[in-house]
């Protein structure tokens, strides 16, 4: 994770998902995945090793409590396909959620150095999330820590039931 791929040619620029393996959605869940999806459309590196470069097309499915990464390339030929299972991230996204409601219900009656508290606590539970989701793509997808962090976002977006 620490060697970023280039970001020119070795990036995403379209991101998918299969609503039909995650179930029904909320109008609120359906627009944290399209915030999701922008923020990490916006600015990402992402690389297959192996591969010569991208870009890349990604589409997210759920399947059997796995993550599949279908990886195609600019003209939507296949390159690759990744299951990440989940279950290592589920204690992750629970608390990450935990520390989120604390945060929005913070904002509404605590301290500004409350509200700073959970926000860094927030964000470091975010960063060992990135460190995680980098440790499992190891060696399949290369990809920098920011946008790790984006794609475990995308992955708490989701919803899926943890």
């Known amino acids: 994770m620490d060697d970023a791929p280039e970001i020119s040619s070795n990036r995403l620029i379209a991101v998918t998902i299969d ?18 999806i922008h923020d990490l459309l916006d600015e990402n590196a992402f690389a297959v090793p192996g591969r010569a470069q991208g870009p890349y097309r990604l589409d997210l499915k759920l399947f059997e409590n796995r993550l599949v990464f279908d990886i195609r390339d600019a003209e939507d030929a296949a390159v690759v396909t990744h299951m990440l299972a989940l279950g290592p991230f ?11 409601e604390r ?28 460190n995680l989701l980098g440790e499992r793509l190891k060696g399949k997808i290369d990809l920098d820590h920011a946008t790790a962090r984006r794609l475990f976002t995308l992955i708490v977006a989701l919803h899926w039931d943890q």
């Open 19 to 36: 609503e039909t393996s995650l179930g029904a959605s909320t109008a609120e869940a359906e627009h944290e995945r399209e915030i999701a």
């Open 90 to 100: 589920r204690p992750i996204v629970s608390e990450y959620n935990t520390i989120c």
């Open 103 to 130: 945060h929005y219900a913070a904002i509404r009656s605590a301290s500004p150095s409350q509200i700073e508290a959970i926000d860094m606590g927030r964000r470091g539970l975010h960063n060992d999330a990135a």
